[in-house]
């Protein structure tokens, strides 16, 4: 019974050591020669000029959610337009809820404001 389960234990053994081999590599082979200038906080070519933990706009968060809605939308779009004619009107009309549900969202967020900035 154990036997069937050695393959996997195996696989995820070698993609731990393929993951983590070469940045022990890295660690232990590369040079260790910190100073100020290497580790002093880099943003965009000049010093920041505030804390890191800071608080965003909420329009971040929005914008970002935004993008994966339709990037799941896209995603989902390409196979179901494969097999179309397999699936026929049901799956039609499933896709154009979908979408409906979709642009509904959006309507949404453009009306609360989230695409705009100042």
């Keep these: 019974m154990l036997e069937n389960y050695l393959p ?8 731990i050591l393929f993951g983590l081999g070469p ?7 590369g040079p260790q020669k910190p100073d100020d200038e290497k580790l002093s906080p880099y943003e965009c070519g000049f010093e920041a000029f505030e804390d890191a933990r800071m608080k965003f706009d909420v329009r971040f968060y929005l ?3 935004l993008f994966i809605i ?8 390409f196979p179901w337009a494969v097999v179309l004619d397999e699936i026929g009107g ?8 979908f979408l409906a549900l979709l642009v509904v ?3 949404y967020e453009w009306r609360k ?6």
Aim: proline content about 0%; glycine content about 12%.
């Design 90 to 97: 049901f799956g039609l009309i499933s896709m154009t809820v």
């Design 8 to 15: 996997i234990l195996v696989f995820v053994v070698l993609g």
């Design 63 to 65: 914008v970002a959610i």
């Design 113 to 118: 404001g989230a695409l705009e900035w100042e």
């Design 23 to 29: 940045i022990a590599i890295g660690y232990l082979l």
């Design 70 to 77: 339709f990037d799941l939308e896209i995603a989902f779009l």
């Design 105 to 107: 969202g959006f309507i």
